[in-house]
DNA sequence: AACAAAACGGAGGCTGACTCCGTACAGGAT
DNA sequence: ATCCTGTACGGAGTCAGCCTCCGTTTTGTT
């Protein structure tokens, strides 16, 4: 007795609709003004009311965190693919690359990224796919260091924060692709162990 | 006639105060707040109301510049105590460093400082300075690859943002220093020419 | 001491974050 | 088909911060 399952009242429609609404206008404003879009116009484009929203997504990072979870599906793919490539240090290159355009879905997101890994509140909705990541990262560098293609002082979250700032410098929107460029080489440049041979 | 050069009129004594007044309030706020401290509660502690801040500082970037001048001072002086260093190699990654600490002056401070590198307003006082800067990188650079301790494909303006990427991450508060320096080491070694003789 | 220019500061308009609470409505029970 | 209950809604309202207008005060000069 007492604990009643209640097994789960289905949501309610309205529910449903409003979510998606709120979900689709968020993308939309968080693609054309970044992270900091205003929630107030995110909610007034939805067609509801501001307390809506904050129902359905307490805070900016729960909304932004429900709004990447389908490029978070996108990564998980691109994932899948790159474990079949055979070179090992192509693998660590392209994921490293496949992070940074994840990271640069929209302008400012790697800020509250980093925040979420200062907190390191359980409760921050961005917290935990990050985990994720750096585990990857970590993987796919291990690899790469048996192989003998990376130095071996490297570790995943370096990759990982070279990555995020990359992002980064590409959201501010102040550098050209050609810059951008160079900056991913030197990094590559910094952890390829460069022995002519093993 | 007609240009009367009126020599100029010796600023007023409360304008000079005030000033004096509004440069130590901001510079603690964004110590200790970082560069989105409050503006109205810098004047609140200035002692001044808010059309006396913006009269004297028209835009943050301008406050913020202005309270940056100490800071510039310093890393000019820096920079010369550097020029005196025998090798290249040294004396570009001392002022790697130099510059990186100059941009951690205060939480945040890259992203104005892209900002302003994007927006090309010449008006906008941090243009300037960082004009400077990248000259400066690109001089070291320069010496450092004739002298074949760095690669020739590296540009000043690269090394420039990793400088500002290495602050930002800083600024972030979620990383420690140990990351901070292994970081730091991949990107030198990136920039570095590592043949074991010239 | 008187004057004019320069500078001041508070009140107020604006935008956006976030909440409270009376109302409307969906969906199961009759 | 209707009732009934709890869930969800949304607008009005509070709060904080940015920035400006304009009547008043201060300052240096004559």
Not at 173 to 182: N, Y
């Amino acid at each position: 007795m007492g604990v009643k399952e209640q097994r789960e009242r289905k949501p309610r429609a309205d529910v449903q609709r409003n979510r998606a609404a709120l979900l689709e206008a968020a993308q939309r404003h968080f693609l054309r003004d970044g992270v900091g879009a205003s929630l107030e116009a995110v909610a007034k484009e939805a067609g509801v009311g501001p307390a809506t929203l904050y129902r359905h997504f307490p805070t900016r990072e729960a909304l932004l965190a429900a709004v990447l979870q389908t490029r978070s599906e996108e990564l998980v793919a691109r994932r899948a693919e790159i474990a079949r490539l055979a070179d090992a240090s192509e693998r660590l290159r392209q994921w490293l690359r496949a992070m940074e355009e994840y990271f640069s879905a929209f302008s400012g997101l790697p800020e509250p990224l980093m925040a979420a890994a200062r907190e390191r509140e359980p409760d921050n909705p961005l917290t935990l796919p990050c985990d994720d990541l750096i585990a990857t990262t970590e993987e796919y560098l291990r690899a790469a260091q048996t192989a003998g293609l990376a130095r071996p002082s490297v570790t995943g979250y370096d990759l990982y924060l070279a990555a995020v700032s990359t992002a980064w410098i590409s959201g501010t929107g102040a550098t050209d692709e050609e810059s951008l460029g160079r900056l991913r080489t030197l990094i590559e440049s910094g952890y390829r162990e460069q022995n002519d041979k093993g």
